[in-house]
Nanobody, 119 residues
Framework: VQLQASGGGLVQPGGSLRLSCAAS????????MAWYRQAPDKQREFLAV???????NYAASVKGRFSISRDNAGKMVFLQMNSLKPEDTAVYYC??????????????WGQGTLVTVSS
């Protein structure tokens, strides 16, 4: 099972970015999919989660600016980030609770994608 995150980059304050994360491997089902981030010298921070049924929940720090979604097949998760601020600069990670053949249920992490918000 692998999670591959992409879409990070350099953006000016007030700009937007869309992150993507694709799950692959011998996947039977995926429950929650989520995004976290980790800024330099800080702990990893929860941002948003989406259930298999499409229910969402957000951290207060990003509510109203970030939006999480999934594709119809349920193996991709997206994070639309608007009104970006310099303090949003971090490595962004996707996470998914996956039931995989031969592995059972487990929490899996993507490799991270760097988002830099700077003028």
């Amino acid at each position: 099972v692998q999670l591959q995150a992409s879409g990070g980059g350099l953006v000016q304050p007030g700009g937007s970015l869309r992150l993507s994360c694709a799950a692959s491997g011998s996947i039977s089902s995926i429950n929650n999919m989520a995004w976290y981030r980790q800024a330099p010298d800080k702990q990893r921070e929860f941002l948003a989660v989406i259930s298999a049924g499409g229910s969402t929940n957000y951290a207060a720090s990003v509510k109203g600016r970030f939006s999480i979604s999934r594709d119809n097949a349920g193996k991709m998760v997206f994070l639309q980030m608007n009104s970006l601020k310099p303090e949003d600069t971090a490595v962004y990670y996707c996470n998914a609770n996956i039931f995989a053949a031969g592995l059972g249920y487990g929490s899996h992490w993507g490799q991270g994608t760097l988002v830099t918000v700077s003028s």
